[in-house]
């Protein structure tokens, strides 16, 4: 039986948008279509967004949205850049182009207030069947946390942050 998941990573280690990027992977081996929105744009280039250059007929990527609100100098701007990523993000999920769409740290939008949380579950519940949804990102709400089918806490035990080593070239970007 055929059945279009909705996956979540949350928690607070290393490892939510990687294992996202893993399902992509996956996906593209075997010939689904892919597209990844991603919701806050670091300041680094990253090398996924690099690689996946090479995947450019099979994954399409739109990087979206702000830096992180904490660096932010215009909240407003922010706001409207965040809702102008949901939009898009919300019509890629409509288009019934995708078998699988990956939403890059997507809880931030609702944890900040950033977009309405009901017009997030609304998208969700009235996806395409068959289309598989991955959602990345720290402090999912209880309400994502319900409407997805399959959720993977990802826990600290160690980081080397904590004991002062900077992010590492293919590590963590
Ligand atoms: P990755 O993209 O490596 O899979 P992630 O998506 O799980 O990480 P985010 O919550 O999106 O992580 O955080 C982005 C960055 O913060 C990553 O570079 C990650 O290594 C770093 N990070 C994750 N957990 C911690 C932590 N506990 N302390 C400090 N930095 C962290
Ligand atoms: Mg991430």
Same mark, same amino acid.
């Given at each position: 039986?055929?059945?279009?998941?909705?996956?979540?990573?949350?928690? /607070?280690?290393?490892?939510?948008?990687?294992?996202? @990027?893993?399902?992509?992977?996956?996906?593209?081996?075997?010939?689904?279509?892919?597209?990844?929105?991603?919701?806050?744009?670091?300041?680094?280039?990253?090398?996924?967004?690099?690689?996946?250059?090479?995947?450019? /007929?099979?994954?399409?990527?739109?990087?979206?949205?702000?830096?992180?609100?904490?660096?932010?100098? /215009?909240?407003?701007?922010?706001?409207?850049?965040?809702?102008?990523?949901?939009?898009?993000?919300?019509?890629?999920?409509?288009?019934?182009?995708?078998? @699988?769409?990956?939403?890059?740290?997507?809880?931030?939008?609702?944890?900040?207030?950033?977009?309405?949380?009901?017009?997030?579950?609304?998208?969700?519940?009235?996806?395409?069947?068959?289309?598989?949804?991955?959602?990345?990102?720290?402090?999912?709400?209880?309400?994502?946390?319900?409407?997805?089918?399959?959720?993977?806490?990802? /826990?600290?035990?160690?980081?080397?942050?904590?004991?002062?080593?900077?992010?590492?070239?293919?590590?963590?970007?």
């Amino acid at each position: 039986m055929k059945k279009g998941l909705i996956v979540l990573h949350t928690g /607070n280690g290393k490892g939510k948008t990687t294992a996202a @990027l893993g399902i992509i992977l996956r996906s593209v081996g075997h010939n689904l279509k892919v597209c990844m929105v991603q919701f806050i744009k670091g300041n680094w280039k990253t090398g996924e967004i690099e690689a996946l250059k090479s995947f450019e /007929n099979k994954v399409k990527v739109y990087v979206s949205g702000k830096g992180f609100t904490w660096e932010s100098k /215009n909240i407003e701007e922010d706001i409207e850049a965040a809702q102008d990523a949901w939009n898009l993000a919300k019509t890629v999920i409509d288009s019934g182009k995708y078998n @699988l769409v990956v939403l890059d740290e997507l809880t931030y939008l609702i944890k900040y207030n950033f977009v309405k949380e009901e017009d997030i579950l609304d998208a969700l519940n009235n996806k395409p069947k068959d289309l598989h949804i991955v959602i990345t990102g720290r402090n999912a709400s209880e309400k994502l946390i319900e409407v997805a089918d399959l959720v993977s806490e990802v /826990n600290v035990l160690k980081h080397p942050y904590k004991e002062g080593i900077k992010a590492q070239k293919g590590i963590e970007f």
